[in-house]
């Protein structure tokens, strides 16, 4: 079920935790079915997901894996 994703434990990091983790981090959410993915992870990490590139990398992450 959804509410047991919320369970589940994960640690993603690197040096400052934010670009790179904070991508990583809501592209798993968003395999989890996480809603909307980049404010949940800054909820955690405040700064996460540091620009619009990486922004839209993580909106359009399902569109990505579907056209390759």
């Not at 991508?23 to 993915?37: F, G, Q, R, Y």
Request: aromatic share 8%; with cysteine.
């Amino acid at each position: 079920a959804a509410s047991d994703v919320y369970k589940r434990q994960v640690l993603i990091h690197c040096n400052a935790g934010l670009g790179r983790s904070g991508l990583v981090a809501a592209v798993v959410c968003k395999e989890l079915k996480i809603p909307n993915a980049i404010n949940f992870v800054r909820s955690y990490r405040k700064g996460a997901i540091e620009n619009e590139a990486q922004e839209n990398f993580v909106i359009n992450w399902k569109l990505m894996t579907r056209l390759s």
